[in-house]
């Protein structure tokens, strides 16, 4: 199984800072790999999927990088809707997996 | 529009028994493999089995593999989960999510398992 590690666990911003994510895998995967946003009593939403590829309707701010083992989310400048709970998901090989998650909090 | 809708979930004892329907619409439903992932309450994400577009390919998490079984029904646009022999720590919501990137998820169901 690949095994997904996301640091930090948690991260502190403002509006307007540039927040990057991190996404370890335990092995080394083909670029299955996505970001979901999840805010509170919600369904996750995808941001990015094929590492790199931004999912349509989702602002530019969101890009998404990393290959092998490695892999980033990066928000350029953080608005106030972006707090929330990220996730990073293989979709390489089954079982999918997903990384613990990293919650974006409001300096 | 795409949409994913989730039922029957609810509370139920340990060792029992409950099936969850993902109806969709908006898309062409048996172009996609569907996906069920599950949250406990306070944790993260854990996907928990798929069926291939076409329903013949599955494949389940180990931690509900030999009790929970995915099925589809192409002609009414739904997916299922037959859970059995239900635990407490199979308490969570439960989404229901298309393709391999997850790119549609429904809003959820949620399952209590308890005495």
């Known amino acids: 199984d690949i095994q997904m590690t996301q640091s930090p666990s948690i991260v502190s911003a403002s509006v307007g800072d540039r927040v990057t994510l991190t996404c370890r895998a335990s092995q080394s995967m083909s670029n299955w790999l996505a970001w979901h946003q999840q805010k509170p009593g919600k369904a996750p939403k995808l941001l990015i999927y094929r590492a790199s590829t931004l999912q349509s309707g989702v602002p530019s701010r969101f890009s998404g990088s990393g290959s092998g083992t490695e892999f980033t989310l990066t928000i350029t400048s953080v608005q106030a809707d972006d707090f929330a709970t990220y996730y990073c998901?293989?979709?390489?090989?089954?079982?999918?997996?997903f990384g613990q998650g990293t919650k974006l909090e409001i300096k | 529009q795409v949409q994913l809708v989730e039922s029957g979930g609810g509370v139920v004892q340990p060792g029992r028994s409950l099936r969850l329907s993902c109806a969709a619409s908006?898309?062409?439903?048996?172009?996609?493999?569907m996906h069920w992932v599950r949250q406990a309450p306070g944790k993260g994400l854990e996907w928990v089995a798929v069926a291939s577009y076409d329903g013949v390919n599955k494949n389940y998490a180990d931690s509900v593999k030999g009790r929970f079984i995915v099925s589809r029904d192409n002609s009414k646009e739904t997916v299922y989960l037959q859970m059995d022999s239900l635990r407490p720590e199979d308490t969570a919501v439960y989404f229901c999510?298309?393709?391999?990137?997850?790119?549609?998820w429904g809003q959820g169901t949620m399952v209590t398992v308890s005495s």
């Open positions: 999510a298309r393709d391999g990137s997850f790119d549609i």
């Open positions: 908006g898309f062409t439903f048996n172009y996609y493999p």
């Open positions: 998901q293989q979709y390489d090989s089954y079982p999918y997996t």
